[in-house]
């Protein structure tokens, strides 16, 4: 009998009083956990209000910290869900044992300890299936820069119950057909970043939606009639967002030299590393045959309700420094309303040529993928032996803690609200 895990969704068996139960525990738990964190969250609204209109002292940075801390405690109920409900092991490669050694941490013996990125970085991923997003920032949260992910998202879901609020204090970028990147808080909140020093994640998929069986069609039309190939296994990226990313972000984030993440003294390491980089990861989940749609294997519900969730989760990173990209001239001062508006047609054209290569490479990545259900570079075989890591995705001290901490101090917050009351 197939594994589960391989069977399409709707042909899976039906749901056994065990099935029940897991769902019920999962729905029940991360529920549980999303109503008290954005509960925490609301606990430090008060101070933004002192900070913002009464220009109280520090008043600011406790709401920043307070919105910080449950950030990090999402992350570590990610990690719960994963652990105790969908178990996936994480599998981490890239081109050469020299570029995946800026991507882990290492100890004094060489060994593997954990993630490492850079702390400005501009993640771009494909988009296989609505939890694409739960193992990058699980991936963040192993490289202790998880505070701050900002993901860019559709306006549709700013006000959805909890979830729509707790993202905007999250300070998530809202867009829509009629709410561009220009008017959005994508400068704002890179600016704050830069202010404070602080760790700055940007994830945002470029090809806006999921690869599925009603997208694929609307691709090959894009492609048809700009005369370009089609991709296989993937959606066509639209470039216009993520050049006007890249150049607001460029004003913000200056080229610097400093060291990369420390490596074992038998690695070279890697050339230093610009102030913002950016992050190409490809996402393969084991089990979604060729040319399938990984959506019609797994969802929130199936992966965590159900339990049954893919074996190994595989992320391809490639980095590149800002100033390879050919986003065209930017006046260091200009503003985010400017930048659109000072682009010429040549540079349009240019940076959509070079996202194309890059979702190219990304097809012929993901073709492999299908073929052997593993990245090239995760074959075993001569020189390849250290271009991937394995993260057993588990639990960590800081991780109960965080969890913990959370309704005590909401406890806590209440009984003192009775006692003034």
């Not at 609020?165 to 809202?174: D, S």
């Not at 894009?222 to 607001?248: K, M, N, V």
């Amino acid at each position: 009998m197939a594994a589960l895990h391989t069977v399409p969704i709707q042909c899976r068996p039906p749901l056994t009083l065990r099935d029940y139960v897991h769902s019920l525990a999962f729905n029940l738990t991360f529920g549980l956990y999303l109503v008290l964190i954005h509960a925490f969250q609301l606990l430090f609204l008060p101070f933004l209000v002192a900070s913002h209109f009464f220009q109280v002292p520090l008043a600011g940075e406790v709401h920043r910290a307070g919105i910080a801390y449950s950030k990090e405690t999402f992350a570590s109920l990610l990690v719960l869900i994963v652990s105790q409900f969908g178990p996936s092991r994480l599998v981490v490669s890239a081109e050469s044992e020299r570029e995946l050694n800026r991507f882990v941490r290492r100890d004094a013996h060489g060994e593997v300890v954990g993630l490492a990125v850079d702390r400005h970085a501009v993640w771009i991923a494909n988009h296989q299936m609505y939890a694409d997003w739960i193992y990058v920032w699980l991936v963040l949260s192993y490289a202790r820069v998880s505070e701050g992910l900002s993901i860019v998202i559709k306006a549709s879901l700013q006000w959805s119950p909890i979830v729509g609020p707790a993202m905007q204090l999250f300070r998530f970028i809202f867009i829509s057909k009629t709410k561009t990147l220009a008017a959005s808080s994508l400068f704002s909140t890179a600016q704050d970043a830069v202010r404070r020093d602080a760790p700055y994640q940007l994830l945002l998929f470029p090809e806006g939606t999921l690869y599925s069986a009603l997208t694929r069609p609307k691709s090959k039309a894009y492609a048809d009639a700009l005369e370009i190939p089609d991709t296989t296994h993937l959606l066509h990226p639209r470039s216009t967002g993520l050049l006007f990313t890249l150049r607001t972000l460029s004003t913000l984030f200056p080229p610097s030299h400093g060291s990369p993440a420390s490596s074992p003294p038998s690695v070279d390491p890697a050339p230093p590393s610009p102030h913002l980089t950016i992050i190409d990861a490809t996402l393969g989940y084991s089990g979604v045959p060729p040319q399938s749609y990984a959506q019609s294997y797994y969802t929130l519900q199936s992966i965590f309700g159900r339990g049954i969730s893919p074996p190994t989760v595989h992320l391809h990173l490639r980095w590149h420094a800002l100033e390879s990209i050919p986003i065209g001239n930017v006046r260091p001062t200009a503003r985010p309303q400017h930048l659109e508006q000072e682009l010429t047609q040549e540079e349009r054209s240019r940076f959509a040529e070079w996202l194309r290569g890059v979702w190219e490479d990304k097809d012929r990545l993901m073709a492999q993928f299908g073929e052997r259900g593993a990245f090239a570079a995760e074959e075993e075989g001569e020189g390849k032996a250290n271009q991937k890591v394995e993260i057993e995705l588990r639990m960590r001290t800081e991780d109960w803690a965080r969890l913990g901490s959370v309704p005590v101090v909401l406890w806590a917050a209440w009984r003192m609200l009775r006692c003034v009351l």
